[in-house]
């Protein structure tokens, strides 16, 4: 079985701050893991994906993501927080050929001013 | 390019009833998969249609149905409503390929009373 785990489900961060997500998986075979943005009354939108080419990936508005199988967590992280950047995140992974994707319960990021 | 499409945007149906949400997916796009998110939540993976059939199912009951049609646009019909269907009903298209990545609709916020 896969699974995800997002470790807080709340993050409170200052404008111009680092922001790290942190997000840890299961699988038992090779996963393929994804980060997605939530913006309120909005579906997800796909920030970034590992599929195994690079362990250090980058996505949009920023963002990029350590794939380290040794520690079997799958960061997402921004230099620099923007108010813009206030969205839940969805931690995501697929392990199985016909793309099934498990998501974990999400991250509610809050940028303070 | 239009992406994922999803109608209706809200719906309020009455315990008992039945209900079909309707997805038209992204240009190009030939797997459809449907998620239900209730209030605080991840998304849950409900099925998931290739070819016009169900190719893969998650952990929902018999009451949880769908189709897709040869123009890769799918509904999801759910029978004998339950106030705990009460959710947002989320379409994610893709091309077939684990490590693709989806692109979600808005989704349909279901209300059940």
């Known amino acids: 079985a896969q699974s995800v785990t997002q470790l807080g489900s709340h993050v409170s961060v200052s404008e111009g701050a680092l922001v790290l997500l942190r997000c840890n998986y299961s699988?038992?075979?090779?996963?393929?893991l994804f980060w997605y943005v939530q913006y309120p009354n909005q579906g997800l939108q796909l920030l970034l994906k590992?599929?195994?080419?690079?362990?250090l990936v980058k996505g949009i508005n920023g963002f990029e993501a350590e794939f380290k199988k040794s520690e079997t967590s799958f960061h997402l992280t921004k230099p620099s927080a923007h108010m813009s950047d206030a969205a839940e995140y969805f931690c995501?992974?697929?392990?199985?050929?016909?793309?099934?994707?498990?998501f974990g319960i999400g991250t509610k990021l809050q940028v303070i001013p | 390019d239009a992406g994922v499409t999803q109608s209706p945007t809200h719906l309020i149906k009455t315990r008992g009833q039945q209900v079909t949400l309707r997805c038209s997916p992204k240009?190009?796009?030939?797997?459809v998969s449907w998620y239900q998110q209730a209030l605080g939540q991840g998304p849950q993976f409900i099925f998931q249609?290739?070819?016009?059939?169900?190719?893969q199912r998650g952990n929902f009951p018999d009451r949880f149905s769908g189709h897709q049609f040869p123009n890769y646009s799918s509904e999801l019909n759910v029978n004998a409503l339950l106030l705990g269907d009460s959710a947002l009903y989320l379409c994610?298209?893709?091309?077939?390929?684990?490590?693709?990545?989806?692109?979600f609709g808005s989704g349909t916020r279901l209300t059940v009373v």
């Open positions: 994610a298209s893709s091309r077939d390929s684990p490590n693709y990545g989806y692109t």
């Open positions: 699988s038992s075979v090779p996963p393929y």
């Open positions: 590992y599929t195994s080419a690079a362990t």
């Open positions: 995501a992974l697929s392990s199985g050929g016909y793309q099934k994707v498990t």
């Open positions: 240009s190009g796009h030939d797997t």
């Open positions: 249609y290739y070819e016009e059939e169900e190719r």
